[in-house]
């Protein structure tokens, strides 16, 4: 009797271990399926934002951020409003994706600005989409805004 005991109880545990494990790997397979899809998007956005490139005529030389932001909800502040305006100069739209999440993503480029100030482009995507292309000068310059529209300008220049 004691060993039929132990048996029940045995075969009740398992029962209860399996279950558990099944309800710990259903809850956690969806996450893996998000951060695929985030990594699929992001792939996607880097095959669109080198074509959007080669389109432009920018040598992107090194990806040196990338980063998902939050554009502000009304695109009026300093730096927003002035990249909002930057794009509508390369033929881009920014105002769909106010107060949505985007990918920025910066490279090094080999152009400068003046002879002097050695450039940066940035591009902003959305699903896979790019949705602006805009020019900086790098972090470390004094130069402001230092901020570019895409289109042609004779002060920008091949290294």
Same mark, same amino acid.
Do not use: H
């Given at each position: 009797?004691?060993?039929?005991?132990?048996?029940?109880?045995?075969?009740?545990?398992?029962?209860?271990?399996?279950?558990?494990? #099944?309800?710990?790997?259903?809850?956690?397979?969806?996450?893996?399926?998000?951060?695929?899809?985030?990594?699929?998007?992001?792939?996607?956005?880097?095959?669109?934002?080198?074509? =959007?490139?080669?389109?432009?005529?920018?040598?992107?030389? =090194?990806?040196?951020? =990338?980063?998902?932001?939050?554009?502000?909800?009304?695109?009026?502040?300093?730096?927003?409003?002035?990249?909002?305006?930057?794009?509508? =100069?390369?033929?881009? !739209?920014?105002?769909?994706?106010?107060?949505?999440?985007?990918?920025?993503?910066? #490279?090094?480029?080999?152009?400068?600005?003046?002879?002097?100030?050695?450039? !940066?482009?940035?591009?902003?995507?959305?699903?896979?989409?790019?949705?602006?292309?805009?020019?900086?000068?790098?972090?470390?310059?004094?130069?402001?805004?230092?901020?570019?529209?895409?289109?042609?300008?004779?002060?920008?220049?091949?290294?």
């Amino acid at each position: 009797m004691n060993d039929k005991f132990i048996l029940m109880l045995a075969v009740i545990l398992i029962i209860l271990a399996g279950g558990l494990f #099944y309800f710990l790997y259903r809850r956690q397979s969806p996450q893996v399926n998000i951060q695929n899809n985030i990594t699929d998007s992001k792939i996607e956005s880097q095959n669109e934002i080198s074509l =959007e490139l080669k389109k432009l005529n920018i040598t992107a030389i =090194e990806k040196t951020k =990338e980063m998902e932001y939050n554009i502000p909800e009304n695109l009026s502040d300093v730096g927003w409003y002035l990249k909002k305006i930057i794009c509508e =100069e390369g033929g881009y !739209d920014l105002s769909p994706y106010a107060g949505k999440t985007v990918l920025l993503t910066r #490279y090094s480029t080999n152009e400068v600005y003046d002879n002097t100030e050695p450039l !940066d482009v940035w591009a902003v995507s959305s699903k896979g989409k790019v949705v602006c292309v805009y020019k900086t000068v790098t972090e470390n310059s004094t130069m402001a805004p230092g901020v570019f529209s895409v289109k042609e300008n004779p002060l920008i220049k091949k290294k």
